[in-house]
């Protein structure tokens, strides 16, 4: 147990990790944003502010998760995990959903950007940022068998592909001038997070669930 508590203590630097470059690469989205005028990159922002909302639940449960079993939960706070991916997985939905109607709209009413070369200088930065701490999470959230981080890094590895498609929308639109394959894009992959948001509530679902006693258990108890 002590052991364990040790290894929890030790996962929520990596979650304060995730938080800071959540922060990091929000501001510099924003940035990208306001040099292009694009919608496009304003709703890669908006992904952004999820990623924030989810590594701060994700350092706090940790933090739960780090506390010794007590009278009211006498094996632990672990399961707290389970909570804190499922809201992740909500917050990926809720993001995804929130990106197809930011697409429908440019494809409805197409945006002329502007400084385009300088937003996609900024949003490169920003998702190299995104794809190391993500590929660092997953590694220390498999290794520690950590759901939490695991579901965060997952989270932020979706904001790298939702950003990857929103630099290479912007670029087409760059050399052709057709505004509305931003949108198309960005569509796509957002069917792809909506995808990876669903799994993580359906395995968060299926942990809460084993806390339950097999059936056969249960009938010799009765």
Do not use: C
């Amino acid at each position: 147990m002590k052991s364990d508590m040790l290894n929890r203590a030790f996962l929520v630097r990596f979650a304060y990790l995730s938080l800071g470059a959540s922060i990091i690469t929000m501001a510099i989205k924003f940035v990208a944003f306001v040099v292009t005028d694009s919608v496009g990159l304003l709703s890669d922002v908006l992904e952004s502010l999820v990623n924030l909302l989810g590594a701060l639940i994700a350092l706090s449960m940790l933090i739960v998760a780090a506390k010794p079993a007590d009278e009211k939960h006498a094996y632990g706070h672990s399961k707290a995990e389970y909570f804190s991916s499922g809201i992740e997985g909500l917050l990926i939905i809720i993001a995804a959903l929130g990106i197809i109607g930011t697409a429908l709209k440019r494809l409805i009413h197409p945006v002329e950007l502007k400084y385009l070369e300088r937003g996609i200088l900024f949003s490169l930065t920003a998702t190299l940022i995104n794809l190391v701490v993500a590929l660092i999470l997953l590694r220390v959230g498999k290794q520690y068998q950590s759901i939490t981080l695991e579901a965060n890094g997952r989270h932020l590895l979706s904001d790298v592909w939702t950003t990857g498609g929103v630099i290479v929308g912007v670029s087409i639109v760059s050399f052709t001038g057709w505004s509305r394959i931003d949108p198309l894009i960005a569509a796509v992959l957002a069917a792809n997070i909506l995808l990876s948001g669903i799994k993580l509530v359906r395995r968060s679902v299926a942990g809460f669930m084993a806390e339950a006693l097999p059936l056969d258990d249960q009938k010799r108890i009765r």
